[in-house]
């Protein structure tokens, strides 16, 4: 499956389900992650990610702050959800995260759509920081150019690849060309 070579990161994601499933899934992960070269990360648990060996980790607004995310994880990656705000965005920065993600750009069935996002955000963010850009939300093979025009570093994709309902994922990949 990621042998497109168009996957960076790869991102755990799984909210209802229990630390032992999460374990056994991620170690999984984790190996065809390593022989495909994919950087793996663990979204909102920087423990598990320490526990997994995982390459960094994912934090949402309301998850443990970078500070005690980099006492756990040490280096690894950390990267943090700023929603639409560029005051979150300089927290954030002023906290040393590794990427900055922001979105939703568009509608999304993955997660309800509290903070909308839009070109503006990613064009002032990119002013004032050379950290990369993740855009989330809605991303699929119509829309995902804009976004890579307009200063995102990298396209979080979720949807568009698992729950499509006309393409398999691989398939999906493909029409990003």
Known sequence: MLETGKI??????????????????????KNICNKNKVKFLINDDPLLTLRLGADGCHLGQKDMNIKEAKKIIGKQIIGVTCHNSITLAKKAIKAKANYLAFGAFYTSKTKKTKHVANIKVLNRIKKITKIPIVAIGGINSENYKNLLLNNANFLA??????NNKKYKPLEALERLK
Not at 22 to 27: A, E, S, V
Not at 157 to 162: D, L
């Open 157 to 162: 994709i979720s949807g568009y690849i698992w």
């Open 8 to 29: 960076s990161f790869f991102q755990l994601r799984l909210k209802k389900y229990s630390l032992k499933q999460k374990i056994l899934i991620g170690r999984k992960i």
